[in-house]
Structure formats: structure tokens, C-alpha cells
């Protein structure tokens, strides 16, 4: 089946970016929010969106670039027709906060709430007796397994993941991934939609905690932190370490100001309450660092109102 409306279960971050990049391919789209309040938290991010999609592709058709395959392939850019598109995708995605309304005739939903168990699994007892027979279910969460809520969405056949790096426009990959009640054909079916929104499709064919990108950055991530919360430097040396000294465009500072710092809590808080989900080798590697530091120190941060980028200061300032 080839998916036609599209639903995406909340409009943070990725979720938000997630909405954009499907209705600038085309798709009818609509963002499930819970509250006023978190309409007036998901429209600034569209706002901006739109921009930064005019902005690259003005950059592209300069050649001050980077190029941005998520929005346009080099042999085919037409400036005028891509500028068209984000104005239509704009314009045409729909908030909604009633969740009936909201899927009555979904093709696809993609959950895209924040790494928290217990939120996930009540939204999905919800959405289950919403949901239409056709309606094919996906996760985008960054680290927890299809296999924990599959029994929670009632219809384990049609739940899968589809997870998404950062700033997708540009880091155009969607990692797809099964559980073992997952229909093969709805797999494909992923693969296919992945293809369809511009995305390199990777195939995830055994559940990992971490999928592919995760399982490399979140280490990585940890580790910058665990430096920060245990007082060897502070973050702005930390990620000069990092960019300097290996050319990556970020640092693990700056790269929790981009995904927020609400979603690096739920992750510190996560890795290390939840058994088996590092090998016994990176555990061990793993124990010296300072969980509860982290903790504290994000604790603080999300307690001012310091959420990152979204919110204008972070680690960094961006205001």
C-alpha cells in the first residue's frame, strides 16, 4: 500500500521536522498535539522550518551550500518549484488535538513522543481503538525497542520503527527496523515511504537498542557529559576538543542544545536504569561515569527553561 495521509504523534524536534519534510514530498499530513500549549510550542518550530528550507535552497542555487538531498538532487533543481513545495507543505499541515479526528483515516502514524516508556505506551493504548484497520503504526523513538509496546498498539503485525537523524532535510537517512510479529510487507512498505520523503532507507534487520546511529552517538554523547558533570572541563572546551581536534562539525554540547535537553535526560536517565541494553563489555567500560551528575546537571537546566535551541539557550545561547 502506498500511504496517501499521514499522522504524526507529536510535534517536538524531530516530530515537527518529521511533518515538514512529508508534506514537502507531497503527503497529506496532520500533527496530533495534547495541548493548546504544545500548539504554541510546534507552530514557532513550522515557522522556522519553512525558513530554513527557503534559506537552503537559495544557498543551493548560489552554490554557498551545503547541499541538502532531503530537498533536492543536484541534476534536478528547479528553485521556483522547490520554493513552491515549502510554501504548499507550510500551508497545508494540519494541528489537531483531538486524536480521533486526528487518525480517522490515517495511512501511517508516526509516534514521535518524547523517550519516556510509560508516555508512549498510554499514547498507544489510547490510539488503539482509534486507529483504522488499514492504519500501518510506527515509532521514531532514538533508542527503545518495537518489541516493548508492540502488545500496547493492537495490531503488532502493522507496528514497526522508523527512526530519523537530526535535521533530515540534510541527513537524509530513516532507519527502518522490525519486531518479530512485524508483517514483512509492511517493512517494505517503510522502505518504500522512506524512499518517497526523500530519505535513505536503512535497514535495521535486528532489534537493536540504539538502531544504527544511536548505538554510535550515544555513547559518544555520554561520555562529553560525564566530563562536564564530573568537573574535568567545561562544555565549550569539551566540544573544541571534539571539533578541532577531529573536524566534526559538533560537539557533544552543541549536539544536545539541537536535540534538546529533555530528550538527553530521557536518554542519560534511560541507559542507565534500563538492564542489558549495553553488552557486558561497554557496561563495564561505562561504569565510572557519573549518572546522577548528569542527571543533576540536566535537571537543572530543564528547571530554567534552558531546553536547548528550542528554546533559545541551552549549554549555548542562541538569542
Same mark, same amino acid.
Given at each position: 500500500?502506498? @500511504?496517501?495521509?499521514?499522522? +504524526? *504523534?507529536? #510535534?517536538?524536534?524531530? #516530530? ?40 537552503? +535552497? ?12 532531503? +530537498? ?9 518549484? $522547490? ?8 500551508? =497545508? ?18 509516534? !514521535? ?10 499514547? @498507544? ?14 515509532? /521514531? !523513538?532514538?533508542?527503545?525497542?518495537? =518489541? ?7 495490531? &503488532?503485525?502493522?507496528?514497526? %520503527? ?8 540534510? /541527513? ?27 530519505? +535513505? ?9 540504539? @538502531? $544504527?546511529?544511536? !548505538?554510535?552517538?550515544? &555513547?559518544?554523547?555520554?561520555? *562529553?557529559?560525564?566530563?562536564?558533570? %564530573? ?15 577531529? #573536524?566534526? &562539525? ?22 542507565? %536504569? ?33 531546553? #536547548?535551541?528550542? %528554546? ?8
Amino acid at each position: 500500500m502506498r @500511504y496517501s495521509k499521514v499522522v +504524526i *504523534g507529536g #510535534g517536538g524536534v524531530l #516530530g515537527s521536522q518529521i511533518a515538514f519534510q512529508t508534506a514537502f514530498c507531497g503527503f497529506d499530513v496532520t500533527i496530533w498535539l495534547r495541548s493548546e500549549s504544545s500548539i504554541t510550542r510546534t507552530q514557532p518550530k513550522l515557522d522556522q522550518l519553512k525558513e530554513t528550507y527557503l534559506e537552503a +535552497i537559495e544557498k543551493m542555487a548560489s552554490g554557498e551550500g551545503p547541499w541538502c538531498a532531503g +530537498i533536492a538532487a543536484e541534476e534536478n533543481f528547479k528553485k521556483e518549484e $522547490l520554493i513552491a513545495k515549502v510554501n504548499r507543505a507550510y500551508e =497545508s499541515i494540519q494541528l489537531e488535538l483531538d486524536l480521533k479526528k486526528a487518525v480517522g483515516d490515517a495511512d501511517l502514524v508516526i509516534e !514521535s513522543m518524547a523517550e519516556n516508556t510509560n508516555d508512549k505506551i498510554v499514547f @498507544y493504548k489510547a490510539l488503539a481503538p482509534l486507529l483504522p484497520e488499514k492504519t500501518v503504526l510506527v515509532t /521514531n !523513538s532514538s533508542t527503545l525497542l518495537p =518489541s516493548a509496546f508492540a502488545k500496547y498498539t493492537g495490531r &503488532p503485525e502493522k507496528y514497526l %520503527s522508523l527512526h530519523f537523524a537530526n535535521s533530515i532535510w540534510k /541527513n537524509n537517512t530513516a532507519e527502518v527496523m522490525a519486531q518479530d510479529k512485524t508483517d514483512k510487507k509492511h517493512f517494505d512498505e517503510l522502505i518504500q515511504f522512506a524512499n518517497d520523503i526523500r530519505m +535513505i532507507a536503512l535497514p535495521v534487520l535486528k532489534e537493536k537498542n540504539g @538502531y $544504527l546511529l544511536n !548505538s554510535m552517538l550515544v &555513547p559518544f554523547l555520554l561520555s *562529553g557529559l560525564d566530563l562536564y558533570a %564530573s568537573g574535568v572541563s567545561d562544555p565549550k572546551s569539551i566540544d573544541m576538543a571534539w571539533t578541532h581536534g577531529t #573536524g566534526a &562539525p559538533k560537539g557533544p554540547f552543541q549536539i544536545f542544545d539541537t536535540v534538546g535537553l529533555t530528550t538527553a535526560y530521557n536518554i542519560v536517565h534511560q541507559y542507565q %536504569s534500563v538492564p542489558g541494553i549495553f553488552s557486558p563489555l561497554l557496561k563495564k567500560m561505562m561504569m565510572p561515569y557519573n549518572f546522577k551528575a548528569m542527571e543533576s546537571i540536566l535537571n537543572k537546566y530543564i528547571a530554567e527553561g534552558k531546553l #536547548g535551541v528550542s %528554546s533559545g539557550e541551552g549549554f549555548y545561547k542562541y538569542k
